[in-house]
Nanobody, 127 residues
């Protein structure tokens, strides 16, 4: 059974940084995608970033490009999201996701359809 467990959320002032961690257990898809989504109150679920477990390729939403960095530790089956220069609009529940299928190419939102999801970790950025 696949389990994704997020940690690292919290409250920070605008301009600050946080690092989220997603620990995967039971996930054997070494050529799949892992990534992060976020959900702010009153808004739709938004894809944030993805990393291809096979080739290490990364992809980012325009809203976070240049400020967020996704990385992985394949041996530990862990994915990180380093978030810098945080803005109030980055506030939301952040979810880790992993694709069910093998993926060749960029790990963008659609790659995670019918995939696995964690329970989320809250990020709050105050102005």
């Amino acid at each position: 059974q696949v389990q994704l467990v997020e940690s690292g959320g919290g409250s920070v002032q605008a301009g600050g940084s946080l690092k989220l961690t997603c620990a995967a257990s039971g996930y054997m898809n070494i050529y799949g995608c892992m990534g992060w989504f976020r959900h702010a109150p009153g808004k739709e679920l938004e894809w944030v970033a993805g990393v291809n477990a096979g080739d290490g390729g990364t992809a980012y939403a325009d809203s976070v490009k240049g400020r967020f960095n996704i990385s992985q530790d394949s041996a530990k089956k862990t994915v990180y999201l380093q978030m810098n220069s945080l803005k109030p609009e980055d506030t939301g529940m952040y979810y880790c996701a992993a694709s069910r299928m093998v993926v060749f190419g960029a790990c963008v939102a659609g790659r995670f359809s019918s995939g696995y999801w964690g329970q989320g970790t809250q990020v709050t950025v105050s102005s």
